[in-house]
């Protein structure tokens, strides 16, 4: 843990990771672990990490990066914080993200952008940014995310980290402040598939507390993982969507070259189609745009949360609350959102878009009838440059094109680095999907080609 908050003080300055600190805290907490001695149940004993900023931490404040939230500080863990406490994990501190997790870049946290460890004038990617950059820079040994569209996988590829998205229902949302709740899922990051392995099994499971949380049980992930040492007998699904035109020529060497490895390996590459790729992200910016308008109701200047004070009345109030304390892009979504939602056009759009994204989780179901995972880059470029989409809402959408259309199935999926690109000195990340419940299979097979 010193030596964690030594790391942070030397990388802080330039890197801007995390929006608060708890260094007190961490030592007291790891202070008190070294008196109770290494307990072998805990697999997590004594492992400093940091948690995104939208999940709810006990006294801590819970910013979401957003101004509306800016002095709330719940009385509760989420379930998820919770269960990393009860494993031994030492918490330093809270992750910068987009605000309410909108964004792809981490510029739209209404505090500061974070910047890419790799380099300062790239963005870590988004909206899991800070806990990318965070683990990237050593500060810690693995950091939670949550990912709606990508927020997981997308910071994980441009920072050089391993990143998850579990099945949709493995992990409590319980204490997650909701974006699109049906497509939010939290996941770690850390330096290796095994990290992720030991931190996602300390997590998962079922929670009352969220009903769309599973009752099943939880298989060993970290012994899953270990096991994985070769490809053999593996069917990798290569879907043509993913890998054709688009991808920069840094981009698809790193990700051949891994591919050439996997077929070294014992692993079969068979080729899939997704056919309904080309709508994923209209289908996704339409059903995570609606549900976020639905959540961000609860907003409203008057149970907690950033009051405006100039207000003449009820009215007058939400609207100042909410046009002062939300950014940008969380109001241009809140808008779109209610606009998708609205008789006369819920047909049109929103419903258009539930259809269609049962399409797109077809596309991976039959594409599973043929193999064990699926491959493809994370990310058609590396990490692009702080500034370089920010006046563009659509650029920034398009960075999620092959994270999204997981989210909208439901299904598991990580991203694992594979090396720098040629060009840009910077990461390149290569995602494995899996079926439903399996992600000890896309655990695995990353470790073997880690
Ligand atoms: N970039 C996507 C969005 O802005 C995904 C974000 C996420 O996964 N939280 O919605």
Not at 185 to 193: E, S, V, Y
Not at 266 to 288: Q, S
Request: with cysteine; proline share 6%.
């Amino acid at each position: 843990t010193e030596a964690c908050l030594e790391r942070i003080q030397a990388t802080e300055p330039t890197v801007d990771a995390l929006l608060s600190l708890q260094a007190e805290q961490a030592l007291e907490t790891a202070a008190a672990l070294d008196r109770q001695g290494p307990d072998p149940a805990k697999a997590l004993w004594g492992v400093p990490m940091a948690v995104k900023d939208a999940l709810c931490t006990k006294g801590v404040p819970t910013t979401c990066a957003s101004k509306i939230l800016e002095n709330f500080t719940p009385f509760y863990d989420a379930t998820s914080v919770e269960r990393l406490k009860a494993h031994g994990a030492v918490i330093l501190g809270k992750a910068n993200m987009d605000e309410f997790a909108m964004g792809s870049s981490t510029e739209n946290s209404a505090f500061k952008p974070t910047r890419n460890p790799w380099n300062p004038f790239k963005v870590p990617g988004g909206s899991s940014g800070g806990s990318g950059a965070t683990v990237a820079a050593r500060q810690c040994f693995a950091a939670l995310g949550t990912d709606t569209g990508g927020s997981i996988r997308l910071p994980a590829s441009f920072c050089g980290v391993t990143g998850i998205k579990p099945t949709y229902g493995r992990v409590s949302r319980y204490g997650l402040v909701a974006y699109g709740s049906s497509l939010d899922q939290i996941g770690p990051l850390a330096r290796t598939p095994l990290d992720c392995a030991i931190v996602l099994q300390a997590m998962a499971g079922h929670d009352p507390k969220d009903s769309t949380c599973a009752p099943r049980p939880v298989p060993d992930f970290a012994a899953e993982t270990k096991a994985r040492k070769d490809l053999a007998g593996l069917r990798i699904g290569m879907p043509e969507e993913y890998w054709g035109e688009g991808l920069t020529p840094e981009v698809r060497k790193a990700c051949d070259d891994a591919m050439d490895a996997a077929r070294s390996l014992g692993a079969t590459l068979v080729p899939v189609k997704l056919p309904h790729t080309r709508y994923a992200i209209a289908t996704y910016y339409i059903v995570a745009m609606a549900e976020a308008s639905s959540n961000l109701a609860r907003f409203d200047g008057v149970r907690y949360g950033y009051r405006h004070p100039g207000a003449k009345d009820l009215k007058d109030l939400y609207e100042l609350s909410r046009s002062h304390g939300f950014g940008e892009e969380v109001q241009r979504r809140i808008v779109l959102g209610t606009y998708v939602l609205s008789a006369g056009y819920y047909d049109a759009y929103y419903r258009k878009a539930a259809q269609v994204r049962r399409l797109i989780r077809q596309d991976f179901l039959d594409a599973f009838a043929h193999c064990d995972v699926i491959a493809g880059p994370t990310s058609p470029f590396t990490a692009f440059g702080l500034g370089e989409k920010t006046g563009d809402p659509l650029q920034m959408y398009l960075a999620d094109i092959f994270t999204i259309s997981l989210n909208l199935s439901g299904l598991p999926g990580l991203s694992l680095p594979v090396g720098l690109g040629e060009d840009s000195a910077l990461p390149v990340g290569l995602q494995l999907f899996g079926k439903a419940w399996e992600e000890g299979t896309i655990l695995g097979a990353a470790n073997a080609l880690y």
